[in-house]
């Protein structure tokens, strides 16, 4: 009996020494959801409703696609529907760390596309409650990540990490001066983050939801809500569709794709 | 009698929009069905209707006609074809109280706006380096807010000057994608000129310059005679070709596109056939002069500033008819989110320069002069402000002022989107200036106007 109990401990530590001899920090965290969550091509069919302080409801429909090349992403985003804003685009190329990433609008009633500013990633993106910068990838080299506890959230246990910018550009383009992050310990992906401001007022919250495995360790939530604290506005996002297999062509992400009609 | 039947015509106007484009945008949004259902899966048809109402409250030099009611609806269509071609084609019906008359579907050489039109008619094939479309297009190529130098494909009507529309041309296009640059060709086979003021309008031009320099000469005023147009002859030898190559990769962060183009000018000269046997009339025709354009713009930011400018060097063939200038204009874009925000979602600024510079005048004795609605932007200050409430509603005020001699317009203006089909805006536009100035010669024509726009 000695001897079940000696190996059956023997097991949980050869099983337990991995993780615990490579120590769990926020950045360690943070790395290994995107080694495991990120993605080098995605489609997304995404219904939005826009929910105002008195609970009217404004409906949108965009797609979404992703490319990552060399080490660096791009993406666009095209609305569909309503009839006001179909044939809108945004488009973005990731560049180095150190320099501005690359950004048009197109606006499909004047077809015409300009070059967004830098600064403008904080604004809210088409009245929706998601920031522009809410829609980069995360940037592991401008921000410091703490795991300040474990932790449980809607039944499931957590890691709680604390994401602070630590660039002056990453502080001065930001809206926020914090984020604090749960991760589900089973499979790495984010459930609910809270946003604050540089005064560190909670202004935001995001929530995801519906969380799907796809293809191997890498998993998708199909729903996701963000809610401003001080609007009392929400922006649900229903995913119809995420398409990670179809490999996209560079000509995607050009500001002439941009300009084709939308069906 | 005059003013109260002009207030029941516009107080007509709005109760015809009350009880029926009003409520049918409000029924379409609440409907759940939608009257497009049984065309979507082929077609996937768009519907958007424009209507434009102004009300000019001064009396002009001209025939009056204080209050001008126009609009258009333009259907879409897009059907995939065979071997990746896919067909767009948007069907426009124009109406108003003035000057629509007749159909001219591919080619809109006419002097009338057509009631029936197709706006743009074109087959693309898209590829992974290689797009190709023909047919009736409108080309965008400007990266300035207020004033294009290099945006120089499509013709523009005019007839409302100060609600410009690009008209669409019968084109062949092909862009070809490289890995740092594209390079897009046009070919132009049919010349479609601009579409004038009507000469009894009030936006009819009385050209300044040219009315000071006959007094000057003869000592009596002018009495012009439209004659009509020379519009070039559709030879294939004679076929306008347009160029651009672009790029925004070679330097990271930098948009930059040249341009060429030779043609004929849209906006044409007039040739003035003076008799002294005849004095004061002049005969009138109005001509456009052949031109190669050469043309430069780019666009880059840096913190929270955008920068633009595009220049264009205008050489005319023939410079008996035309000068040779150079055209440009600069700018920034910056937009606030901190300032007054229990107001404001963000407040938006855009400041343009735009000016022009003669590089060679017309020879001298030269019988030709310029419209008056042409090349106006000599030297000016171009700028609008606008004040995002939220995502449905802003202010926003845009001028543009002439610095030599000080002639300015002013647009006051507020932009609603009452719901996802139905987008209004209203608004005071001002014209000041000196009566021999380009905008001070229509300061009769300060308006108040109401814009429509309805999309399904």
Same mark, same amino acid.
Not at chain 1, 93 to 99: A, F, G, I, L, T
Not at chain 2, 136 to 164: C, H, Q, R, T
């Given at each position: 009996? %000695?001897?079940?109990?000696?190996?059956?401990?023997?097991?949980?530590?050869?099983?337990?020494?991995?993780?615990?001899?490579?120590?769990?920090?926020?950045?360690?965290?943070?790395?290994? =959801?995107?080694?495991?969550?990120?993605? +080098?091509?995605?489609?997304?069919?995404?219904?939005?409703?826009?929910?105002?302080?008195?609970?009217?409801?404004?409906?949108?429909?965009?797609?979404?696609?992703?490319?990552?090349? /060399?080490?660096?992403?791009?993406?666009?985003?095209?609305?569909?529907?309503?009839?006001?804003?179909?044939?809108?685009?945004?488009?973005?190329?990731? !560049?180095?760390?150190?320099?501005?990433?690359?950004?048009?609008?197109?606006?499909?009633?004047?077809?015409?596309?300009?070059?967004?500013?830098?600064?403008?990633?904080?604004?809210?993106?088409?009245?929706?409650?998601?920031?522009?910068?809410?829609?980069?990838?995360?940037?592991? +080299?401008?921000?410091?990540?703490?795991?300040?506890?474990?932790?449980?959230?809607?039944?499931?246990?957590?890691?709680?990490?604390?994401?602070?910018?630590?660039?002056?550009?990453?502080?001065? +383009?930001?809206?926020?001066?914090?984020?604090?992050?749960?991760? /589900?310990?089973?499979?790495?992906?984010?459930?609910?983050?809270?946003?604050?401001?540089?005064?560190?007022?909670?202004?935001?919250?995001?929530?995801?939801?519906?969380?799907?495995?796809?293809?191997?360790?890498?998993?998708?939530?199909?729903?996701?809500?963000?809610?401003?604290?001080?609007?009392?506005?929400?922006?649900?996002?229903?995913?119809?569709?995420?398409?990670?297999?179809?490999?996209?062509?560079?000509?995607?992400?050009?500001?002439?794709?941009?300009?084709?009609?939308?069906? | 009698?005059?003013?109260?039947?002009?207030?029941?015509?516009?107080?007509?106007?709005?109760?015809?929009?009350?009880?029926?484009?009003?409520?049918?945008?409000?029924?379409? =949004?609440?409907?759940?069905?939608?009257?497009?259902?049984?065309? =979507?899966?082929?077609?996937?048809?768009?519907?958007?209707?424009?209507?434009?109402?102004?009300?000019?409250?001064?009396?002009?030099?001209?025939?009056?006609?204080?209050?001008?009611?126009?609009?258009?609806?333009?259907?879409?269509?897009?059907?995939?074809?065979?071997?990746?071609?896919?067909?767009?084609?948007?069907?426009?019906?124009?109406?108003?109280?003035?000057?629509?008359?007749?159909?001219?579907?591919?080619?809109?050489?006419?002097?009338?706006?057509?009631?029936?039109?197709?706006?743009?008619?074109?087959?693309?094939?898209?590829?992974?380096?290689?797009?190709?479309?023909?047919?009736?297009?409108?080309?965008?190529?400007?990266?300035?807010?207020?004033?294009?130098?290099?945006?120089?494909?499509?013709?523009?009507?005019?007839?409302?000057?100060?609600?410009?529309?690009?008209?669409?041309?019968?084109?062949?296009?092909?862009?070809?994608?490289?890995?740092?640059?594209?390079?897009?060709?046009?070919?132009?086979?049919?010349?479609?000129?601009?579409?004038?003021?009507?000469? =009894?309008?009030?936006?009819?031009?009385? +050209?300044?310059?040219?009315?000071?320099?006959?007094? $000057?000469?003869?000592?009596?005023?002018?009495?012009?005679?439209?004659?009509?147009?020379?519009?070039?002859?559709?030879?294939?030898?004679?076929?306008? %070709?347009?160029?651009?190559?672009?790029?925004?990769?070679?330097?990271?962060?930098?948009?930059?596109?040249?341009?060429?183009?030779?043609?004929? #000018?849209?906006?044409?000269?007039?040739?003035?056939?003076?008799?002294?046997?005849?004095?004061?009339?002049?005969?009138?025709?109005?001509?456009?002069?052949?031109?190669?354009?050469?043309?430069? $713009?780019?666009?880059?930011?840096?913190?929270? %500033?955008?920068?633009?400018?595009?220049?264009?060097?205008?050489?005319?063939?023939?410079?008996?008819?035309?000068?040779?200038?150079?055209?440009?204009?600069?700018?920034?874009?910056?937009?606030?989110?901190?300032?007054?925000?229990?107001?404001?979602?963000?407040?938006?600024?855009?400041?343009?320069?735009?000016?022009?510079?003669?590089?060679?005048?017309? #020879?001298?004795? $030269?019988?030709?002069? /310029?419209?008056?609605?042409?090349?106006?932007?000599?030297?000016?200050?171009?700028?609008?402000?606008?004040?995002?409430?939220?995502?449905?509603?802003?202010?926003?005020?845009?001028?543009?002022?002439?610095?030599?001699?000080?002639?300015?317009?002013?647009?006051?203006?507020?932009? $609603?989107?009452?719901?996802?089909?139905?987008?209004?805006?209203?608004?005071?536009?001002?014209?000041?200036?000196?009566?021999?100035?380009?905008?001070? !010669?229509?300061?009769?024509?300060?308006?108040?106007?109401?814009?429509?726009?309805?999309?399904?």
């Amino acid at each position: 009996m %000695f001897i079940r109990i000696f190996l059956m401990i023997m097991a949980v530590c050869m099983w337990v020494s991995p993780i615990m001899a490579e120590e769990l920090t926020g950045k360690s965290i943070i790395e290994e =959801q995107q080694k495991r969550h990120q993605s +080098d091509n995605e489609f997304s069919d995404v219904a939005l409703t826009l929910i105002n302080r008195k609970g009217k409801e404004k409906n949108q429909n965009m797609v979404i696609y992703l490319l990552k090349k /060399d080490g660096k992403s791009k993406t666009l985003i095209q609305y569909h529907a309503p009839a006001n804003i179909r044939g809108v685009g945004l488009l973005t190329w990731e !560049q180095d760390k150190k320099k501005e990433d690359d950004q048009w609008l197109y606006m499909s009633a004047s077809r015409s596309t300009k070059r967004i500013a830098g600064g403008s990633k904080k604004n809210q993106f088409m009245g929706t409650d998601m920031a522009f910068e809410d829609m980069r990838p995360e940037n592991t +080299d401008v921000h410091e990540y703490t795991l300040i506890e474990e932790s449980s959230i809607f039944s499931k246990k957590c890691w709680k990490i604390e994401s602070i910018p630590t660039t002056k550009k990453e502080i001065k +383009d930001s809206g926020y001066g914090k984020r604090i992050m749960w991760i /589900d310990q089973s499979n790495y992906f984010t459930l609910k983050i809270d946003y604050f401001d540089h005064h560190d007022r909670h202004i935001k919250t995001s929530v995801f939801e519906d969380i799907r495995p796809m293809t191997g360790k890498l998993f998708r939530s199909f729903k996701v809500t963000w809610s401003r604290i001080r609007q009392k506005t929400h922006t649900v996002m229903i995913y119809k569709k995420i398409d990670l297999d179809t490999v996209h062509k560079v000509v995607t992400f050009t500001q002439n794709y941009m300009k084709r009609p939308v069906k | 009698m005059s003013k109260c039947y002009k207030l029941i015509k516009i107080t007509s106007f709005l109760i015809l929009l009350s009880f029926t484009f009003i409520p049918m945008a409000f029924a379409v =949004q609440d409907s759940e069905s939608g009257i497009w259902s049984s065309f =979507q899966e082929s077609l996937s048809p768009r519907l958007d209707i424009n209507l434009r109402g102004a009300y000019y409250y001064k009396d002009s030099h001209f025939k009056p006609n204080d209050f001008h009611l126009s609009g258009n609806a333009t259907a879409q269509f897009t059907r995939d074809l065979f071997k990746g071609i896919v067909l767009n084609v948007y069907p426009r019906v124009n109406f108003d109280t003035l000057y629509t008359k007749g159909t001219r579907l591919l080619v809109e050489d006419g002097e009338d706006r057509p009631a029936f039109t197709l706006y743009e008619a074109i087959f693309s094939w898209y590829g992974d380096s290689i797009e190709i479309e023909v047919g009736k297009k409108v080309y965008s190529w400007k990266v300035a807010d207020g004033f294009s130098p290099v945006d120089i494909i499509n013709p523009v009507d005019i007839i409302e000057l100060m609600d410009p529309e690009k008209i669409g041309v019968p084109s062949i296009s092909i862009l070809k994608i490289f890995e740092h640059a594209n390079i897009q060709m046009v070919f132009l086979p049919f010349f479609v000129p601009d579409r004038q003021p009507d000469d =009894q309008s009030r936006w009819t031009s009385d +050209d300044p310059e040219g009315r000071a320099a006959f007094i $000057s000469r003869f000592g009596v005023a002018p009495v012009n005679v439209d004659v009509g147009r020379a519009l070039p002859k559709d030879d294939f030898d004679k076929m306008a %070709f347009a160029s651009r190559i672009s790029t925004s990769t070679l330097f990271t962060g930098w948009d930059l596109a040249f341009v060429y183009k030779y043609g004929y #000018s849209t906006r044409g000269v007039i040739r003035n056939d003076i008799n002294p046997f005849t004095l004061p009339l002049v005969l009138q025709t109005t001509e456009y002069p052949a031109y190669n354009l050469y043309g430069f $713009s780019f666009s880059t930011v840096s913190g929270d %500033f955008e920068y633009h400018g595009e220049a264009a060097f205008h050489d005319t063939r023939d410079n008996v008819k035309d000068e040779d200038y150079i055209s440009y204009i600069v700018g920034i874009n910056y937009t606030n989110y901190d300032l007054f925000t229990n107001y404001f979602d963000e407040i938006r600024f855009v400041a343009e320069y735009a000016g022009e510079d003669i590089i060679k005048k017309r #020879s001298a004795g $030269s019988s030709f002069s /310029d419209l008056g609605v042409s090349r106006g932007l000599t030297e000016n200050s171009i700028g609008s402000i606008e004040f995002k409430i939220n995502e449905d509603h802003s202010i926003k005020t845009s001028f543009i002022y002439n610095f030599a001699n000080e002639d300015s317009m002013l647009d006051m203006y507020v932009e $609603s989107q009452l719901n996802d089909y139905l987008e209004i805006v209203y608004g005071y536009q001002r014209l000041s200036g000196d009566e021999a100035s380009f905008l001070g !010669q229509w300061d009769r024509n300060d308006r108040v106007f109401l814009r429509m726009s309805l999309k399904f």
